[in-house]
Protein backbone atom coordinates (compact mmCIF):
# COMPACT_ATOMS: atom_id res chain seq x y z
CA UNK A 1 0.00 0.00 0.00
CA UNK A 2 1.27 3.42 -0.99
CA UNK A 3 1.45 5.90 2.02
CA UNK A 4 0.97 9.18 1.36
CA UNK A 5 2.12 11.93 4.00
CA UNK A 6 1.04 15.56 3.45
CA UNK A 7 2.92 18.69 4.86
CA UNK A 8 2.50 21.32 6.55
CA UNK A 9 -0.19 19.58 8.43
CA UNK A 10 -1.48 23.13 8.83
CA UNK A 11 -0.60 26.35 6.49
CA UNK A 12 -1.16 29.36 7.81
CA UNK A 13 -1.40 32.33 5.04
CA UNK A 14 -3.32 35.52 4.31
CA UNK A 15 -5.26 36.27 1.52
CA UNK A 16 -3.11 37.23 -1.53
CA UNK A 17 -0.57 34.93 -0.49
CA UNK A 18 1.10 31.93 -2.43
CA UNK A 19 0.39 28.86 -0.90
CA UNK A 20 2.46 25.18 -1.16
CA UNK A 21 1.65 22.18 -0.56
CA UNK A 22 3.84 18.79 -0.49
CA UNK A 23 2.46 15.41 -0.80
CA UNK A 24 5.22 13.06 -0.54
CA UNK A 25 4.47 9.13 -1.65
CA UNK A 26 6.02 5.93 0.17
CA UNK A 27 6.41 4.80 -3.12
CA UNK A 28 6.53 5.87 -7.12
CA UNK A 29 3.28 6.94 -7.69
CA UNK A 30 2.37 4.52 -11.64
CA UNK A 31 2.31 7.10 -14.65
CA UNK A 32 1.59 9.99 -12.04
CA UNK A 33 -1.88 9.01 -10.94
CA UNK A 34 -1.88 11.78 -7.85
CA UNK A 35 -5.44 13.81 -7.92
CA UNK A 36 -5.98 17.18 -4.89
CA UNK A 37 -9.22 17.42 -3.36
CA UNK A 38 -10.69 20.68 -1.57
CA UNK A 39 -12.99 19.76 1.43
CA UNK A 40 -14.53 22.84 3.25
CA UNK A 41 -16.25 21.88 6.68
CA UNK A 42 -18.99 19.93 6.62
CA UNK A 43 -19.05 19.24 2.58
CA UNK A 44 -18.08 16.66 0.25
CA UNK A 45 -14.33 17.18 -1.18
CA UNK A 46 -14.30 18.22 -4.12
CA UNK A 47 -11.81 17.51 -7.23
CA UNK A 48 -9.31 19.90 -8.07
CA UNK A 49 -6.58 17.90 -10.17
CA UNK A 50 -6.07 14.57 -11.45
CA UNK A 51 -3.30 12.77 -13.37
CA UNK A 52 -1.00 14.88 -11.03
CA UNK A 53 -1.69 18.68 -12.88
CA UNK A 54 -4.73 18.43 -14.90
CA UNK A 55 -7.33 20.99 -13.76
CA UNK A 56 -10.78 19.42 -13.37
CA UNK A 57 -13.44 21.26 -14.87
CA UNK A 58 -14.23 24.47 -13.48
CA UNK A 59 -11.53 24.76 -11.30
CA UNK A 60 -9.70 28.42 -11.33
CA UNK A 61 -6.23 28.64 -12.72
CA UNK A 62 -5.01 29.69 -9.66
CA UNK A 63 -4.70 26.07 -8.29
CA UNK A 64 -1.68 24.15 -10.37
CA UNK A 65 -0.16 20.98 -9.81
CA UNK A 66 3.12 19.26 -10.25
CA UNK A 67 5.47 16.81 -9.13
CA UNK A 68 5.73 13.30 -10.91
CA UNK A 69 7.11 10.16 -9.17
CA UNK A 70 6.85 10.35 -5.41
CA UNK A 71 7.44 14.26 -4.50
CA UNK A 72 3.76 16.42 -5.75
CA UNK A 73 3.10 20.04 -4.93
CA UNK A 74 -0.36 21.37 -5.07
CA UNK A 75 0.36 25.50 -5.66
CA UNK A 76 -2.59 28.27 -5.25
CA UNK A 77 -0.57 31.37 -6.79
CA UNK A 78 -3.00 33.85 -4.89
CA UNK A 79 -5.11 32.58 -2.06
CA UNK A 80 -8.99 33.99 -2.25
CA UNK A 81 -11.28 33.64 0.90
CA UNK A 82 -12.92 30.89 -0.06
CA UNK A 83 -9.84 29.02 -0.76
CA UNK A 84 -8.99 28.05 3.00
CA UNK A 85 -10.13 24.69 3.91
CA UNK A 86 -8.43 20.90 4.02
CA UNK A 87 -6.84 19.70 1.16
CA UNK A 88 -6.13 15.93 0.51
CA UNK A 89 -3.92 14.39 -2.53
CA UNK A 90 -4.69 10.70 -3.63
CA UNK A 91 -2.93 8.18 -5.41
CA UNK A 92 -4.68 6.13 -8.26
CA UNK A 93 -2.16 4.41 -9.70
CA UNK A 94 -2.23 1.35 -7.58
CA UNK A 95 -4.99 -0.32 -5.49
CA UNK A 96 -5.86 0.32 -2.68
CA UNK A 97 -6.57 3.61 -3.44
CA UNK A 98 -4.74 5.84 -0.69
CA UNK A 99 -5.16 9.45 0.48
CA UNK A 100 -3.06 11.54 2.43
CA UNK A 101 -3.97 12.74 5.75
CA UNK A 102 -4.62 16.47 5.05
CA UNK A 103 -2.93 20.06 4.85
CA UNK A 104 -5.33 22.49 7.06
CA UNK A 105 -4.88 25.52 5.14
CA UNK A 106 -6.24 28.51 7.44
CA UNK A 107 -6.08 32.34 7.52
CA UNK A 108 -3.56 33.84 9.32
CA UNK B 1 -26.16 18.53 -12.39
CA UNK B 2 -25.25 15.82 -11.19
CA UNK B 3 -26.46 14.78 -8.06
CA UNK B 4 -25.85 12.08 -5.72
CA UNK B 5 -28.03 11.24 -2.44
CA UNK B 6 -26.98 8.86 0.05
CA UNK B 7 -29.05 7.51 2.65
CA UNK B 8 -29.29 4.53 5.64
CA UNK B 9 -27.11 5.87 7.64
CA UNK B 10 -28.37 5.89 11.64
CA UNK B 11 -26.94 4.14 14.92
CA UNK B 12 -26.21 0.54 15.00
CA UNK B 13 -24.63 -1.47 17.51
CA UNK B 14 -21.65 -3.17 17.11
CA UNK B 15 -22.26 -6.56 15.15
CA UNK B 16 -24.81 -5.18 13.64
CA UNK B 17 -25.90 -4.36 10.12
CA UNK B 18 -26.97 -1.29 7.77
CA UNK B 19 -27.75 -0.62 3.92
CA UNK B 20 -27.05 2.39 2.40
CA UNK B 21 -28.21 3.77 -0.60
CA UNK B 22 -26.76 6.42 -2.71
CA UNK B 23 -29.23 7.79 -5.86
CA UNK B 24 -27.76 9.22 -8.40
CA UNK B 25 -29.14 11.53 -11.55
CA UNK B 26 -27.45 14.48 -13.57
CA UNK B 27 -25.31 11.94 -15.62
CA UNK B 28 -25.42 8.58 -17.39
CA UNK B 29 -24.95 6.00 -14.31
CA UNK B 30 -24.38 3.16 -16.38
CA UNK B 31 -21.32 4.69 -17.97
CA UNK B 32 -19.50 5.06 -14.40
CA UNK B 33 -17.80 3.01 -12.21
CA UNK B 34 -18.68 4.31 -8.55
CA UNK B 35 -17.21 4.17 -5.46
CA UNK B 36 -17.56 4.38 -1.78
CA UNK B 37 -15.52 6.28 0.71
CA UNK B 38 -15.51 7.21 4.38
CA UNK B 39 -14.31 9.89 6.36
CA UNK B 40 -13.73 9.28 10.47
CA UNK B 41 -15.30 11.93 12.72
CA UNK B 42 -12.19 14.76 11.85
CA UNK B 43 -10.07 11.93 9.68
CA UNK B 44 -9.34 11.84 6.29
CA UNK B 45 -10.54 10.23 3.45
CA UNK B 46 -10.81 6.47 3.64
CA UNK B 47 -11.68 4.47 -0.29
CA UNK B 48 -13.99 1.56 0.83
CA UNK B 49 -15.27 0.04 -2.16
CA UNK B 50 -16.11 0.48 -6.03
CA UNK B 51 -18.16 -1.42 -8.72
CA UNK B 52 -17.91 -1.52 -12.56
CA UNK B 53 -20.51 0.02 -14.35
CA UNK B 54 -22.28 -3.43 -15.14
CA UNK B 55 -21.61 -4.97 -11.38
CA UNK B 56 -19.18 -7.73 -12.63
CA UNK B 57 -16.22 -6.15 -11.20
CA UNK B 58 -16.14 -5.03 -7.60
CA UNK B 59 -12.96 -4.45 -5.07
CA UNK B 60 -12.73 -3.57 -1.19
CA UNK B 61 -10.25 -2.25 1.42
CA UNK B 62 -8.69 -4.87 3.50
CA UNK B 63 -10.73 -4.14 6.52
CA UNK B 64 -14.13 -4.25 5.51
CA UNK B 65 -13.23 -7.69 2.95
CA UNK B 66 -15.79 -10.17 4.07
CA UNK B 67 -18.17 -7.70 5.45
CA UNK B 68 -19.34 -5.41 3.01
CA UNK B 69 -20.83 -6.00 -0.31
CA UNK B 70 -20.74 -2.93 -2.70
CA UNK B 71 -23.58 -3.54 -5.53
CA UNK B 72 -25.76 -1.37 -8.05
CA UNK B 73 -29.07 -1.53 -9.66
CA UNK B 74 -28.94 0.22 -12.88
CA UNK B 75 -32.38 0.31 -13.87
CA UNK B 76 -32.57 2.56 -10.42
CA UNK B 77 -29.80 4.69 -11.08
CA UNK B 78 -28.54 3.33 -7.43
CA UNK B 79 -25.63 1.99 -5.47
CA UNK B 80 -25.80 0.45 -2.60
CA UNK B 81 -23.25 -0.74 0.39
CA UNK B 82 -24.28 -3.69 2.73
CA UNK B 83 -22.65 -3.85 5.95
CA UNK B 84 -22.47 -6.46 8.71
CA UNK B 85 -20.59 -7.19 11.64
CA UNK B 86 -20.27 -3.42 12.27
CA UNK B 87 -17.16 -2.18 14.77
CA UNK B 88 -17.12 0.76 16.21
CA UNK B 89 -14.09 1.68 14.04
CA UNK B 90 -16.45 1.96 11.09
CA UNK B 91 -17.97 5.06 12.69
CA UNK B 92 -17.96 7.95 9.82
CA UNK B 93 -19.96 9.68 7.17
CA UNK B 94 -20.04 7.75 3.97
CA UNK B 95 -19.13 9.05 0.76
CA UNK B 96 -20.87 7.72 -2.54
CA UNK B 97 -18.54 9.48 -5.85
CA UNK B 98 -18.66 9.16 -9.75
CA UNK B 99 -15.62 7.33 -10.95
CA UNK B 100 -13.79 3.72 -9.94
CA UNK B 101 -10.45 5.89 -9.08
CA UNK B 102 -10.77 9.43 -9.61
CA UNK B 103 -13.49 10.99 -7.53
CA UNK B 104 -15.37 13.59 -10.21
CA UNK B 105 -18.78 13.88 -8.03
CA UNK B 106 -19.06 13.46 -4.14
CA UNK B 107 -22.84 13.13 -2.69
CA UNK B 108 -23.16 15.09 1.15
CA UNK B 109 -22.42 11.64 2.85
CA UNK B 110 -24.62 9.82 5.45
CA UNK B 111 -23.25 9.25 8.90
CA UNK B 112 -23.01 5.90 10.45
CA UNK B 113 -22.18 5.83 14.32
CA UNK B 114 -21.51 2.32 15.47
CA UNK B 115 -21.97 2.38 19.19
CA UNK B 116 -23.47 0.36 22.42
Known amino acids: EIVLTQSPGTLSLSPGERATLSCRASQSVNNNCLAWYQQKPGQAPRLLIS???SRATGIPDRFSGSGSGTDFTLTISTLEPEDFAVYYC?????????FGQGTKLEIK | EVQLVESGGGLVQPGGSLRLSCAAS????????MTWVRQAPGKGLEWVANIKQDGSEKYYVDSVKGRFTISRDNAKNSLYLQMSSLRPEDTAVYFC?????????WGQGTLVTVSS
Open chain 2, 26 to 33: GFTFTNYW
Open chain 1, 90 to 98: QQYGSSPYT
Open chain 2, 97 to 105: ARGGYIYWA
Open chain 1, 51 to 53: GAF
